[in-house]
């Protein structure tokens, strides 16, 4: 059993990432082999509207033809047991290398037919994290409810399921007093920091655990 997570963060060792390990962590824990991917280092696109792999008969159909160093991540994202993105939000989105992943890894399997079916031909269970610097009340405003739903949509319509965590009102800084950013009470993050964050952890382990635990049943 492979469970693999991609971080879409730049940071290799701050919320995203430490989510990521946790969740690692449990899936590990039931019997998981485990690998984590890090975007951000490796050179690639997003998707180039090629539609090779929407070519009747064409040898791509299916797969993205695009040949650079996220196409072994892609091969091996989809053989995993266990998939799960990890992401901050920026800008009401995921960063843009998420994105151009996610467009490589979703748009092969979606089909330009009625109710776009998937034809992705393995089994995988899918899980979602998110980590953002405003206040999961707040997510509305910002139409960040709306981004983290349309792409735990098409993970479902591909994979067929998809798990959410979401990460809210995270510390951005050790030291707030180093960057413009008085719209935040820095000691009600850091309090928020050693609160909440560890909570967080402990529901990214439990999702890691779960999917595992799913996957072994499957």
């Given at each position: 059993m492979?469970?693999?997570?991609?971080?879409?963060?730049?940071?290799?060792?701050?919320?995203?990432?430490?989510?990521l390990r946790k969740a690692l962590a449990g899936a590990k824990k039931n019997g998981a082999e485990t690998e984590l991917v890090h975007l951000y280092g490796l050179a690639y696109k997003g998707c180039i509207s090629c539609f090779s792999c929407k070519k009747i008969d064409g040898k791509s159909y299916g797969r993205c033809a695009v040949r650079d160093e996220l196409t072994p991540i892609l091969d091996r994202a989809a053989k995993a047991d266990i998939l799960i993105l990890g992401s901050p939000i920026y800008f009401h989105t995921e960063t843009g290398e998420m994105r151009s992943f996610m467009e490589r890894l979703l748009f092969p399997y979606l089909t330009y037919t009625p109710g776009?079916?998937?034809i992705f031909p393995g089994k995988v269970l899918t899980g979602l994290v998110y980590t953002m610097n405003v206040a999961e009340e707040n997510m509305p405003a910002f139409h960040q409810d709306k981004t983290v739903e349309a792409s735990r949509g098409v993970m479902t319509r591909v994979f067929g399921n998809c798990e959410v965590l979401l990460s809210t009102d995270t510390l951005q800084f050790t030291d707030y007093s180093k960057y413009v950013s008085t719209a935040w009470d820095p000691?009600?993050?850091?309090?928020?920091r050693l609160e909440v964050f560890p909570q967080d952890c402990a529901k990214a382990y439990e999702l890691g655990a779960n999917l595992a635990l799913a996957a072994k049943a499957r």
């Open positions: 492979k469970a693999i997570a991609i971080n879409g963060s730049p940071r290799k060792g701050w919320n995203t990432a430490t989510l776009y079916a998937s000691a009600a993050k850091a309090m928020r």
